[in-house]
């Protein structure tokens, strides 16, 4: 019996300190998603105005670019996916992932060849142990991702949409990461970055577009060269924003679930321990009565 506690002991003892870890985790992940929603909020707007810009350069003049252009038999489509560098945050990297899949085999479908770049240990990980070809990965900014990174992410995508598929190029760009809604909610998402829809612009009613005008020098294709890098630079770190903050709330909730259930184990061992030792003091209580019990009617045989 006092093996039985014994063990019951060091049981408690083990996930107590892992109580302790998965609150320091859960406290540390809740401090990054104040700087990464406010990250968030300060980048949305550029991104939204430039796409705007584009929008309103391409509906304005007549110049075929990749920006704008649906091709007319599109055979090849890249995909950025963005996961995570550490786990311990529940099934985020997993839906982006099974979001990625998802697109693919709906491309795949539509008859075009997928191309897949990749940010994340954990989707550089998946493709990896599935012996899949990746095109290109980076990887040790997921938490706190900068411009330069989504620059850097960008630059082979760019190089890839302006080139002619027969050359390794492709029709399409998508990129698929985890949509920050709030601190409960984050939803895996598929965005086409290009060709550019016309149609991502609308009032405040929703009825139709409102679009600037605007002159173009030296060329409507000369802007759209020069916006083209800044709109998939600027939309790659919205999406690398969006998923940190979606990355450190999924990991605060999945630490505070591991926490509680540390908990719960805590109080269950300390029942079973608890029962433990009081069979063991009952045990110790009736042995003293039966040997005092057997005493006693030796001492009472020995008189007679």
Same mark, same amino acid.
């Given at each position: 019996?006092?093996?039985?506690?014994?063990?019951?002991?060091?049981?408690?003892?083990?996930? !107590?300190?892992?109580?302790?870890?998965?609150?320091?985790?859960?406290?540390?992940?809740?401090?990054?998603?104040?700087?990464?929603?406010?990250?968030?909020?300060? $980048?949305?707007?550029?991104?939204?105005?430039? !796409?705007?810009?584009?929008?309103?350069?391409?509906?304005?003049?007549?110049?075929?670019?990749?920006?704008?252009?649906?091709?007319?038999?599109?055979?090849?489509?890249?995909?950025?996916?963005?996961?995570?560098?550490?786990?311990?945050? +529940? +099934?985020?990297?997993?839906?982006?992932?099974?979001?990625?899949?998802?697109?693919?085999?709906?491309?795949?479908?539509? +008859?075009?060849?997928?191309? !897949?770049?990749?940010?994340?240990?954990?989707?550089?990980?998946?493709?990896?142990?599935?012996?899949?070809?990746?095109?290109?990965?980076?990887?040790?900014?997921?938490?706190?991702?900068?411009?330069?990174?989504?620059?850097?992410?960008?630059?082979?995508?760019?190089?890839?949409?302006?080139?002619?598929?027969?050359?390794?190029?492709?029709?399409?760009?998508?990129?698929?990461? !985890?949509?920050?809604? $709030?601190?409960?909610?984050?939803?895996?998402?598929?965005?086409?970055?290009?060709?550019? $829809?016309?149609?991502?612009?609308?009032?405040?009613?929703?009825?139709?577009?409102?679009?600037? =005008?605007?002159?173009?020098?030296?060329?409507?294709?000369?802007?759209?060269?020069? =916006?083209?890098?800044?709109?998939?630079?600027?939309?790659?770190?919205?999406?690398?924003?969006?998923?940190?903050?979606?990355?450190?709330?999924?990991?605060?909730?999945?630490?505070?679930? &591991?926490?509680?259930?540390?908990?719960?184990?805590?109080?269950?061992?300390?029942?079973?321990?608890?029962? &433990?030792?009081?069979?063991?003091?009952?045990?110790?209580?009736?042995?003293?009565? +039966?040997?005092?019990?057997?005493?006693?009617?030796?001492?009472?045989?020995?008189?007679?």
């Amino acid at each position: 019996m006092g093996a039985q506690l014994r063990v019951y002991k060091r049981r408690i003892r083990s996930v !107590t300190a892992t109580k302790k870890i998965t609150k320091a985790m859960e406290m540390i992940a809740a401090s990054r998603i104040v700087k990464a929603q406010r990250q968030v909020a300060a $980048s949305t707007p550029y991104a939204t105005e430039l !796409t705007r810009a584009v929008t309103a350069v391409a509906t304005g003049s007549t110049t075929k670019h990749p920006l704008t252009t649906e091709a007319d038999a599109p055979a090849r489509a890249a995909i950025l996916l963005i996961t995570s560098d550490r786990g311990l945050a +529940g +099934g985020y990297s997993a839906n982006a992932i099974k979001a990625a899949e998802r697109l693919t085999e709906r491309l795949r479908g539509e +008859g075009k060849e997928v191309v !897949t770049y990749v940010i994340g240990r954990k989707g550089v990980a998946y493709y990896g142990f599935r012996e899949r070809k990746v095109e290109e990965s980076w990887t040790g900014f997921t938490d706190s991702p900068t411009y330069a990174d989504a620059k850097r992410a960008a630059a082979p995508l760019i190089e890839a949409v302006t080139q002619e598929t027969v050359e390794g190029g492709v029709d399409e760009l998508h990129i698929v990461f !985890t949509e920050f809604v $709030s601190m409960m909610t984050q939803n895996p998402v598929n965005d086409r970055m290009l060709p550019l $829809s016309l149609d991502t612009t609308k009032d405040e009613e929703g009825k139709g577009e409102i679009l600037p =005008l605007f002159d173009f020098e030296p060329s409507a294709e000369d802007v759209l060269d020069a =916006l083209l890098p800044r709109y998939v630079e600027s939309r790659i770190y919205n999406a690398l924003l969006q998923a940190a903050a979606s990355e450190h709330a999924a990991r605060r909730r999945a630490m505070k679930s &591991a926490t509680d259930n540390a908990g719960d184990l805590i109080k269950s061992l300390s029942r079973l321990a608890n029962a &433990a030792r009081q069979a063991e003091i009952t045990q110790e209580i009736s042995e003293i009565v +039966g040997g005092a019990s057997a005493l006693a009617d030796a001492t009472a045989g020995s008189d007679k």
